[in-house]
């Protein structure tokens, strides 16, 4: 097994959390171990080759293979329900009752394969019933990784990750893929109405309009504490008055740092 040395560690470790905010710190072995057929295959003689190709070419497809090595994307659709059920019954009679241009500005932030604002998307059209022909419902979706995006405008999925959802939402939005019996496609009504495109956290949020809601789950699981406060500060800054921040139920704000109100586990709002 090729090994990395302190130097080569630290230089890869502070070129990903200075462009991109992922803390690898305590993840030397793992860098170490996930890599191995990465710089085989590429034909790298040792770790400090690899190191120094990646931080002077700056090679997208090879950032955003590094990346995907380092970090789970790993998900399902009604992932972490309880936020789903907030949503349902206290978010959206706000937001419907309170949004006079029919318009709900809801981000999906690191969205990964997509279940995630799939499934927002079929609580939005659930609730809404007839009146959501009358709503601009689209949801945006983003993550670093265009591979994860890619999976996630194609649409299909394995049927075991619908699991959680109810009987009736798999028959009116999913449909049988034909090239095999155990994966199902998302229907065209779920597609249009999710905006897939690619986003690092780290930038500047610099959108056309504030969101209503912003689910942003099981991100900053891999960030620093400093890099965690700058972007709920980033978030807080791109939250509509009454709005709300979801997060992983394995992640936290911290209150002193964030002018976000807490209102219960992983979930935030911004006062009015």
Same mark, same amino acid.
């Given at each position: 097994?090729?090994? #990395?040395?302190?130097?080569?560690? #630290? ?235 979801? #997060? ?25």
């Amino acid at each position: 097994m090729l090994e #990395i040395n302190q130097a080569d560690f #630290i230089r890869l470790l502070t070129f990903v959390q200075n462009n991109y905010g992922i803390d690898l710190s305590k993840k030397k072995q793992l860098m170490q171990s996930r890599l191995q057929t990465t710089l085989r295959s590429q034909g790298f003689a040792d770790f400090t080759q690899y190191v120094d190709h990646i931080i002077k070419t700056k090679n997208d497809t090879d950032i955003e293979n590094l990346l995907n090595k380092l970090t789970t994307n790993y998900t399902y659709f009604l992932r972490e329900k309880e936020h789903f059920d907030f949503f349902k019954e206290t978010i959206l009679p706000y937001l419907v009752s309170t949004k006079k241009n029919k318009s709900l500005n809801i981000w999906s932030a690191g969205c990964s394969s997509g279940e995630e604002p799939y499934t927002i998307s079929m609580f939005i059209k659930d609730y809404l019933g007839p009146k959501a022909a009358s709503w601009d419902t689209r949801v945006l979706a983003t993550d670093i990784s265009m591979n994860v995006l890619s999976a996630a405008m194609k649409g299909e999925y394995n049927i075991e990750s619908l699991r959680n959802l109810p009987e009736s939402w798999k028959k009116r939005f999913f449909r049988k893929s034909p090239q095999d019996p155990e994966r199902v496609i998302v229907s065209d009504e779920l597609k249009k109405n999710v905006i897939f495109c690619p986003f690092n956290l780290m930038e500047p949020i610099r959108f056309k309009s504030k969101f209503d809601v912003i689910f942003c789950r099981n991100v900053m699981i891999y960030f620093n504490q400093q890099t965690k406060e700058a972007l709920v500060n980033r978030f807080y800054d791109a939250t509509n008055p009454g709005g709300y921040l979801l #997060i992983g139920h394995s992640e936290s704000v911290n209150r002193a740092a964030s002018k976000y109100s807490y209102i219960m586990p992983a979930t935030y709002r911004k006062p009015l």
